[in-house]
Each structure stands twice: as structure tokens, then as C-alpha cells.
């Protein structure tokens, strides 16, 4: 027969303590010399995906094991199922957040082999180039890459998500073609997101009117200030 409510709730329970708590034992026992991070809900998403993954292994297992003999038992099943269609979803929910979380971080960028050459030069302290200076001086805290190719608003970063899929998908394929070069005419209102209304920004005269120019594509902010990137003729890219 069936396993009852009352059984069902109770394994049910024992399964999601168990999911929550292997994150908390382990943050117990991290190493006390590393740095704590910064973004603790990503921390404890990835926690939970990776204790959600071996508490799914580990019920799967135990019932393989442990009950091989009782398979076609109801209760059997029902940890089963558990197991295989229950456990999993909340891993691969959290799992894909994570990576989509991880993939604004510059290291990720720098794994692609046509755009390493980008981020050893926005790294480097002698660069002067606009992404360096950004990154030297820290203008944005994190996310460099990201925060500067992502437009506004949910459709913007959809778009962002998206073409980062296309650039994984060129990068394993090797079907980009080099030198590299943007994909679309930059928007430079962009850059009006950090800068527009900054107090360092307003107090120039020349940048009076500025706002407008850019925003109707007359102005550009490296006319001025120089190229973002290194030049298309220094780029290399050949395998």
C-alpha cells in the first residue's frame, strides 16, 4: 500500500532539513583564514545546490542499496522519486542562478581565449585606455565587464544573458572570427548610467549639453577620452 500523509510529510521534512543544514555545517567548518564573501546569498545558493546534489546521490544510493530487494515497495518508490524528480529541482533553479550570477564576474570573461587579451589589458596598471582606468580606480566595485555591456532595464539584461550564451557557444565551436569587434554600435548612455548627475561629471564645462548630444548619438565619449579597449589592429586571437 501506499506510504500515508503523515509518513510521506515526515520524509518529505527529513529531506529539506537535511538539504539546509549540510550548507550551514559547512560554512561551520570553512577555514577561518579564508576571507568571508561579500555576496552571502550566493554563497549559501551554492551551498544548497551542491548539498542538493549529493543528499539526491545519497537517497538514491541508500535505497539501491538498502532496500534493492523492496524496489517495487510503494514507500521504495516514493523515495525514489523523490530522489530523481523531487530533489533535483531546486538544484538545477539554483544551479542555473548561480551560474548565470557568476557569469558578470571578469574572470569569466577572461576564460574565453579572443577576449583574455581584453581583460590582461584592462588589468594592467600602465594601460590607459578607458576600461583600464575604470578598472584601475575602481569605478564600479565588481562586475566590470558586465555592468559596462549591459543596457538598462530587464530587456537589456536579458540581452546581455543571451549574447553571453552565443559568446560561450562561439568561444567551444571556435566558430568567432578574429580580430574581434563589437557586435553592434556601443550605446554610450551606458556610461550616463555611473556618470550622468556625478558632481566630478557637471562641473565640467565641457560637458555641458553633453547628456542630450549623447543620448541623440551626436557625442560620443571617446571622441575624448579615448578608445575603451585596445585597438582592432593590436588584437590578436589566433589559436
Request: glycine fraction near 8%; charged fraction near 20%; include cysteine.
Amino acid at each position: 500500500m501506499f506510504p500515508t500523509r503523515k509518513q510521506l510529510g515526515a520524509i518529505v521534512r527529513r529531506a529539506v532539513v537535511a538539504l539546509l543544514a549540510c550548507p550551514v555545517l559547512a560554512a561551520q567548518v570553512a577555514d577561518p583564514e579564508q576571507p568571508l564573501r561579500k555576496d552571502y546569498a550566493m554563497e549559501w545558493a551554492s551551498r544548497v545546490s551542491l548539498s542538493g546534489v549529493v543528499g539526491a546521490i545519497a537517497l538514491i544510493a541508500y535505497v539501491l542499496v538498502s532496500r534493492r530487494r523492496n524496489l517495487e515497495a510503494p514507500q521504495t518508490q516514493w523515495l525514489l522519486f523523490i530522489g530523481i524528480c523531487v530533489m533535483p529541482l531546486p538544484v538545477m533553479l539554483l544551479g542555473s542562478a548561480v551560474g548565470l550570477e557568476q557569469a558578470k564576474d571578469v574572470s569569466f570573461c577572461q576564460e574565453c581565449h579572443v577576449m583574455r587579451q581584453f581583460v590582461e589589458d584592462m588589468k594592467d596598471p600602465g594601460s590607459k585606455l578607458l576600461a583600464a582606468v575604470h578598472f584601475r580606480n575602481r569605478y564600479m566595485q565588481r562586475s566590470h565587464c558586465y555592468i559596462c555591456h549591459t543596457d538598462y532595464g530587464l530587456f537589456g539584461t536579458m540581452e546581455a544573458k543571451l549574447a553571453g550564451v552565443g559568446h560561450i557557444w562561439r568561444e567551444a565551436t571556435g566558430s568567432y572570427s578574429v580580430p574581434v569587434r563589437i557586435a553592434h554600435p556601443y550605446r554610450f548612455m551606458i556610461c550616463l548610467d555611473c556618470h550622468a548627475q556625478s558632481a566630478k561629471f557637471e562641473h565640467r564645462p565641457e560637458h555641458e549639453g553633453l547628456v542630450a548630444k549623447i543620448a541623440s548619438g551626436r557625442a560620443r565619449c571617446t571622441s575624448c577620452h579615448g578608445l575603451s579597449h585596445i585597438p582592432r589592429e593590436k588584437r590578436g586571437g589566433a589559436r
